[in-house]
T-cell receptor
Framework: SQQGEEDPQALSIQEGENATMNCSYK?????LQWYRQNSGRGLVHLIL?????REKHSGRLRVTLDTSKKSSSLLITASRAADTASYFC?????????FGPGTRLSVLP | GAVVSQHPSWVICKSGTSVKIECRSL??????MFWYRQFPKQSLMLMAT?????????EQGVEKDKFLINHASLTLSTLTVTSAHPEDSSFYIC????????????FGEGSWLTVV
């Protein structure tokens, strides 16, 4: 299976703290993307990072990619209660686009 | 921005009937479309990949006779759940790859299927 892994599976933090989620994958990729999903809803695209990039920022989000370790991390700074959701990494292998198991983030007010 | 429309958003059907879910790319031509299934509190599992005009490629363990995928045009793919059973109840979501925009992938909003 090409599906990678994410950790932690669940993360609970206080508002204002930073949240870090990690994603690992198994084979070479074209790019890696992070998505957010609120309960019972569709996916919201957060950031795409290409295989030749190492870090990208978008607002309070920072994504890193280490192709030598086949891993990526998503950092959410100064978290808010509205950030409570499931976060998935998805790896684009060209023909396939595969999701990790996700991290359920709870930000407590 | 590019939009992928998925319809219906919610559907309830009786056991034994078939239900069709549509996935449309509204302002781009989708060279490839993907169908996923998601159980509560789990990740999205790729069911199949479809390229316009050719047969879908199904992932291991996905019954191609039960989940019929048709990608008849560059803007439309359909997933038909045949002879639905309660265990088919799930969240189904499609995505489409825009070959003309750096191969960017866009997702539909998903379809909730409940089989009673």
């Amino acid at each position: 299976s090409q599906q990678g892994e994410e950790d932690p599976q669940a993360l609970s933090i206080q508002e204002g703290e930073n949240a870090t989620m990690n994603c690992s994958y198994k084979t070479s990729i074209n790019n890696l993307q992070w998505y957010r999903q609120n309960s019972g809803r569709g996916l919201v695209h957060l950031i795409l990072i290409r295989s030749n990039e190492r870090e990208k920022h978008s607002g309070r989000l920072r994504v890193t990619l280490d192709t030598s370790k086949k891993s990526s991390s998503l950092l959410i700074t100064a978290s808010r209660a509205a950030d409570t959701a499931s976060y998935f990494c998805a790896t684009d292998y060209g023909q396939n686009f595969v999701f990790g198991p996700g991290t359920r983030l709870s930000v407590l007010p | 921005g590019a939009v992928v429309s998925q319809h219906p958003s919610w559907v309830i059907c009786k056991s034994g009937t078939s239900v069709k879910i549509e996935c449309r790319s509204l302002d781009f031509q989708a060279t490839t479309m993907f169908w996923y299934r998601q159980f509560p509190k789990q990740s999205l599992m790729l069911m199949a990949t479809s390229n316009e005009g050719s047969k879908a490629t199904y992932e291991q363990g996905v019954e191609k006779d039960k989940f019929l995928i048709n990608h008849a045009s560059l803007t439309l793919s359909t997933l038909t759940v045949t002879s639905a059973h309660p265990e088919d109840s799930s969240f189904y979501i499609c995505s489409a790859r825009d070959g003309g925009a750096g191969n960017t992938i866009y997702f539909g909003e998903g379809s909730w299927l409940t089989v009673v």
